[in-house]
């Protein structure tokens, strides 16, 4: 990450190079600003600007072997901690799943808590930063550093350590090694013990502006600049949930699509065209399977209600709401209980690893007799 790289804030990045510049680094700085406002971007790109060997005005050169490594995450005086979901035996500070997160802040730098978890463990259950975490922490910065230079930590969500681990790490940021640097990332400052807050110098992250994220989310996800308009408005000018929002656009069409073919093929019973859908469907991955069964759940409920969304963020098209208003008649109270159950043990079963081709067949059969019913 280079100042280059961030979504706008000049003004910030200015300040930052300019304490470099200047010699005047404050050891211990909370980065606070709330999700995607881009914490961790800056952090990073401002630990490779201490870092770099070659470093200009504007910003680390991004070829010395520094900078090399900082493209990596994997430079030997850097280290990262972060809220990890504890499994026994196995995870218990952020090293044990170092890979993960190196991965994901490669991919997308402007991710989400969720995107974390879901990243780790594939569900949603929050993480913690622990008192081994903490002695882990303490443990590497008193080594000395393998370049002779800073010896930076960036810790992203620090509202996350528990009581003890943040005792800890407050006894090492009033008495730091020499050339140790801290760089708090947090999102929300209200849970961070306030004798930690009070030792750290407040730099405030504030969302990029909306055009600036509009520029970048054309660039970065092929959307004409008034698609990526909407997103950033949509979002409210959080990176983050204006990535979730692109993705899970395609991912609606997807589920739309194929929802209204098979729907027409269960209400036609035509066996070979189902077979062939079902290959298709088949080939999709597990996590996509799931959310589209989730999907014809939410669209069975709706079409009871009488009310067809495409999703939040679909617009149906003609074809669409067409086909829905429908099939709308075909659910009724007869059959939504059995449909509804075919579904969810399916999506039961997807979950467990069944074969999906067996799997939505069989679904497709059961489908078959519910709107016969009808
Ligand atoms: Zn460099």
Known sequence: MLFKDIIGRSDLKEHLKHTVQIKRISHAQMFLGKEGSGGIPMALAYARYILCENRTAEDACGSCRNCIRMSK????????????????????????????????????????????????????????????????????????????????????????????????????????????????????????????????????????????????LAKNFELTLDEAKNYAHLS?????????????????????????????????RDVPATIDWVEQISKAGREDQKSFLKYCLQMFRSAIVGHYTGGETVTLTKEQAGFLSKFAPFINHNNIIPLSEAIEEAHYHIERNANPKILFLDVSMKIFLQLKKA
């Open 73 to 216: 995450l994997e430079h030997p005086d850097v280290h990262f901690s972060f809220p990890v979901q504890l499994v026994a035996k196995k995870v218990d500070v952020s090293d044990d799943v170092l890979d993960k997160w190196r991965e994901l802040v490669l991919e997308n730098p402007y991710f989400s808590s969720d995107d974390w978890y879901d990243k780790q463990l594939g569900n949603n259950k929050q993480g913690t930063i622990g008192t081994k975490e903490a002695e882990n922490i303490v443990k590497k910065l008193s080594l000395k550093s393998f370049e002779g230079d800073y010896k930076i930590l960036i810790m992203w969500l620090p509202e996350l350590m528990n009581i003890s681990a943040s005792n800890k790490l407050l006894k090492i940021i009033e008495e730091p090694p020499a050339k140790t640097l801290f760089l708090l990332v947090s999102e929300n400052s209200d849970r961070i013990i306030s004798t930690i807050l009070s030792r750290t110098q407040l730099v405030k992250i504030l969302p990029p502006k909306e055009d600036e994220i509009a520029a970048y």
């Open 236 to 268: 409210e000018r959080n990176v983050s949930e204006a990535i979730h929002l692109i993705k899970n656009t395609a991912s609606s069409s997807f589920n739309i699509d194929n929802f209204i073919q098979w729907m027409r093929l269960c209400y036609k």
